[in-house]
């Protein structure tokens, strides 16, 4: 589900497993243009490792990673 | 070396059919080409139909399959076919149909789900994953 605040894009992808959380980024981050910031939300533990290799890989910022009890929040902008 | 995984899925049980969509969805996150080589009961687990039906479990791990199913059920876990259906989707993923195994059952294209591409020898499925840095198979 995607909502459009004003300054970022958020994806909820809690509650999907590996590796959906990952493919909802990239799905997002494909959508969104150049300097736009991303932020996606995953209850699965492979998100951790997961998203910030792909994000560097990919050639785009992981601006923050933000631990919850229950999620984690993931801040990217789109580089490329 | 092209950026390639390939993969023979030999096995059509759910739990095998399951590593096959997620490592062809990691692959495609990781920005690889997907080539999906099926053969014997894995190309019968895309006979048409097959994939929405199919609920076959590994036998060693039949007091198992029920929790599983329960579990993957009341987790929203989304079906293998559906995964490897988003990755198609997302990415470079070609799944070829063993040529042999359709002459030996009697099938022609047309009787195999539309998610297939084609359907291709081993000779030339083999020289095309000579090239791939990684073959697995299921």
């Known amino acids: 589900m995607a909502v459009s605040t004003e300054e970022r894009i958020i994806l909820d992808a809690r509650g999907s497993f590996c590796p959906g959380p990952l493919m909802e980024l990239i799905r997002g981050i494909k959508q969104a243009t150049v300097g736009e910031t991303i932020e996606v939300w995953s209850s699965d533990q492979g998100s951790r490792k997961d998203i910030p290799f792909w994000v560097q890989k990919a050639g785009h910022e992981l601006i923050g990673m933000f631990e919850g009890p229950d999620y984690a929040r993931f801040v990217v902008r789109k580089r490329r | ?138």
């Open chain 2, 1 to 138: 070396m092209p950026n390639r995984m390939s993969m023979v899925v030999f096995s059509g049980t759910v739990d095998k059919l399951y590593p096959a969509a997620i490592m062809a969805s990691g692959a495609v996150a990781m920005g690889m080409d997907v080539e999906i080589f099926l053969t014997f009961y894995g190309l019968d687990a895309f006979r048409k139909g097959m994939p929405q039906t199919n609920q076959k479990m590994d036998v060693n791990y039949a007091e198992l399959a029920p929790m599983l199913a329960q579990l993957m059920k009341e987790k929203n876990v989304p079906s293998w076919y559906d995964m490897l259906l988003k990755a198609k989707e997302m990415g470079h993923v070609r799944v070829h149909a063993c040529a042999m195994t359709l002459d030996l059952m009697g099938l022609k294209k047309e009787h195999l789900d539309p998610i297939i591409d084609d359907v291709v020898g081993v000779g030339e499925f083999v020289s095309n994953a000579k090239e791939g840095e990684i073959t697995l198979f299921l």
